[in-house]
């Protein structure tokens, strides 16, 4: 039996044959799993020869859990995933009523995974709509725990809602609510705890990783409080902590605005002078038009919950990666992390070994990245890349690459390692 990863002082500590607690996960899960669980063993066998090795451990969640055991989500699991820190998953079904709204997201709670971690690159020869996909290299830190996504609604006509809607009218003089008796409200909370951790989480990547920027996404032009407030703790927090390693650059317009591009240069050639980080910010409108016309000048991304929800699946597309975009969430204080496909479970697809892996296996090079382990998720990463690049592919690139060769779910695992 393996030995525990912990955490002491925020660093952790990775034995030999750390325990990592896997959740294979429904529909495509079983398509998955089994190939990347391959990859990964390869991988660390190549690069440390058997001197350390990863002790599987199968957790259950989603359907199988339920088949099992009558619960989505058992205590037993929460727990595995408490006493070993860190662990990997496929995508689970949200269960239909039982009063749980997703168990992705009852996960996150749980742990208080408070940063969802999304890196956007082009892999070479990947099917994309942009000429330029090289251009996109980005890590976006959605924040997980707050905003409109806390999940506290109020369902118009309900005597709650209209509790809340009086409230707001008699003793807060709110007169914009144009429909009061068909209203229904929901609640976006955002504070300086909530944002400080996110925003410090983006800046120690990007001085770890010698990225050139962090910017912070918000709507804080309209939201002044909730977005706006983000924005202004996120520049306060990068100047208290981080004067001597970043530049702020507060004074940002769109770079879509005339002279905008120059300026946005300049502000980055000054921050390279001077050995620092560009701190900017964006608002979320122009960044997902920047993201399509100068990519370049985006490279960690800092953002509120909704709008990384969008962000992500808009910069996914853009390097093709919908079906390959790895994923993980993570509390850097504690240290809990789960790393995990990001598509969802496709039943139509799923037993049929048809699938690409590539998500859950680039979620795994992640993973290894976490621990400590650069090695391995740089040769996954890599094999990924080259495998892609000889054009032996699932169905999903198959059908858009001119001559490419069709393989199965663990045919292009095996491919993968082949390319180790
Ligand atoms: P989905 O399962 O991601 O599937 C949508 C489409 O994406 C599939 O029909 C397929 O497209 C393509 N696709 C997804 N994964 C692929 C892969 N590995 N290889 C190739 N193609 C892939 O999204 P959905 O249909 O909206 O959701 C289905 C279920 O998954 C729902 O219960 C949802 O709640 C759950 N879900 C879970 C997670 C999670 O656990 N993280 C995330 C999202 C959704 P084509 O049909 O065009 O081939």
Wanted: aromatic share 8%; hydrophobic share 40%.
């Amino acid at each position: 039996m393996g030995n525990s990863i912990t955490i002491s002082n925020g660093k952790l500590n990775v034995p030999n044959d750390p325990i990592i607690p896997f959740i294979e996960g429904d529909g495509i899960g079983i398509d998955i799993w089994t190939p990347a669980q391959k990859v990964f063993d390869a991988a660390v066998e190549k690069v440390y020869g058997g001197q350390k090795k990863v002790e599987w451990l199968e957790v259950l969640a989603g359907e199988k859990a339920y088949h099992e055991s009558g619960e989505w989500l058992p205590q037993q699991t929460l727990d595995a995933i408490h006493d070993h820190l860190v662990a990997i998953k496929g995508p689970l079904t949200t269960p239909i009523g039982g009063g749980i709204r997703s168990l992705n997201v009852q996960l996150r709670q749980t742990l208080d995974l408070y940063v969802c971690l999304r890196p956007v690159r082009w892999f070479k020869g990947v099917p994309s709509p942009l000429v330029h996909p090289e251009y996109t290299d980005m890590v976006i830190f959605r924040e997980n725990t707050e905003d409109i996504y806390a999940g506290i609604e109020f369902q118009a006509e309900t005597d709650d809602c209209k509790k809340l809607v009086n409230i707001l009218q008699d003793d807060f003089g709110a007169r914009n609510i144009r429909f009061p008796e068909t209203t229904s409200i929901g609640i976006k909370p955002v504070s300086k705890e909530g944002t400080e951790r996110l925003v410090k989480a983006a800046i120690e990547y990007a001085i770890e990783h010698r990225k050139p920027s962090v910017t912070i996404v918000h709507k804080g032009n309209i939201m002044k409080f909730t977005e706006g407030s983000f924005k202004q703790w996120g520049y306060d927090l990068a100047e208290r902590e981080y004067a001597d390693k970043v530049f702020t650059w507060g004074m940002y317009d769109s770079i879509l605005s005339t002279d905008g591009i120059d300026a946005a240069n300049q502000a980055q050639e000054d921050a390279e002078a001077a050995g620092k980080i560009l701190v900017k910010d964006c608002i979320a409108d122009a960044f997902l038009q920047e993201i399509l016309l100068y990519p370049k000048q985006h490279s960690v991304v800092a953002t509120l919950n909704l709008n990384g929800d969008y962000v992500s699946d808009a910069l996914a597309a853009c390097v093709g990666g919908i079906g390959i975009a790895p994923g993980a969430n993570i509390n850097y204080a504690t240290g809990f992390a789960i790393f995990e496909a990001t598509h969802g479970t496709a039943p139509k697809l799923a037993g049929k070994n048809m699938v690409n892996p590539s998500s859950i296996i680039l979620s795994g090079a992640m993973m290894f990245e976490y621990m400590g382990w650069v090695e391995v998720a740089k040769l996954i990463e890599d094999a990924v890349e080259k495998a892609i690049a000889s054009k032996r592919v699932t169905f999903d690139f198959h059908r858009l690459m001119d001559g490419a060769e069709l393989l199965s779910t663990s045919e292009f695992g095996d491919e993968i390692i082949a390319n180790m």
